[in-house]
């Protein structure tokens, strides 16, 4: 089995600030995990992802995500918030058994303060 | 990149009506295909596995009677609302996997249903 908890449902950061997305993961063998983002009545746009390469994982737009083991986690950052950056973040879980079936986090919204 | 296609965007139907959306990969083939279900503020449920001439693999909870799917070719999935209620009214996605592309799974853009 496989879950995803994304800590905080919603965070704000003023604009040019960093931001810091939490994710904790459990999969009972070796995940592959995903950050998505989903701005408002659209579809999700894959950030980055990780399948056991290197543990820092850099994405589109600035976003960066360190896969960490030891703790179960794979948080989402980016040193210097953009008003496009407001969203909603989502922390998915791959079982990598071929049937590619996601687990999703219950999103993290995201508002960037002016 | 790969984009995936769904329409339509949106769509308004009568009670007891059935409404056919379509998810299309534009730029790969896909064997499996995924539909979700989104509520507003909510995060995307799992509805069903659409795999490439062979029957989907439903969730738990899920009445496969009544969402239909049908993967019928190598860029195609529908999903088939029938006999719509208020009830399934939602935000639906389906998702694509490019195996040609490190098995990356890309997403629609969503198809919002209202059923009146």
């Known amino acids: 089995a496989q879950s995803v908890t994304q800590l905080d449902s919603h965070v704000s950061v003023s604009e040019g600030t960093p931001v810091l997305l939490r994710c904790n993961y459990s999969?009972?063998?070796?995940?592959?995990l995903f950050w998505y983002v989903q701005h408002p009545n659209k579809g999700l746009q894959l950030l980055l992802k990780y399948t056991s390469a290197a543990t820092l994982v850099k994405g589109i737009n600035g976003f960066e995500a360190e896969f960490k083991k030891s703790e179960t986690s794979f948080h989402l950052t980016k040193p210097s918030a953009h008003m496009s950056d407001a969203a909603e973040y989502f922390c998915v879980v791959s079982d990598n058994f071929g049937n590619e079936k996601l687990t999703f986090g219950t999103g993290t919204r995201l508002t960037i303060i002016p | 990149g790969a984009v995936v296609s769904q329409h339509p965007s949106w769509v308004i139907c009568k009670s007891g009506t059935s409404v056919k959306i379509e998810c299309r990969s534009l730029?790969?083939?896909?064997?499996?295909m995924f539909w979700y279900r989104q509520f507003p503020k909510q995060s995307l449920m799992l509805m069903a596995t659409s795999n490439e001439g062979s029957k989907a693999t439903y969730e738990q909870g899920v009445e496969k009677d009544k969402f239909l799917i049908n993967h019928a070719s190598l860029t195609l999935s529908t999903l088939t609302v029938t006999s719509a209620h208020p009830e399934d009214s939602s935000f639906y996605i389906c998702?694509?996997?490019?195996?040609?592309?490190?098995?990356?799974?890309?997403f629609g853009e969503g198809s919002w249903l209202t059923v009146v």
């Open positions: 999969s009972s063998y070796s995940p592959s």
């Open positions: 730029d790969f083939q896909a064997t499996t």
């Open positions: 998702s694509a996997r490019d195996v040609g592309f490190g098995n990356t799974i890309y």
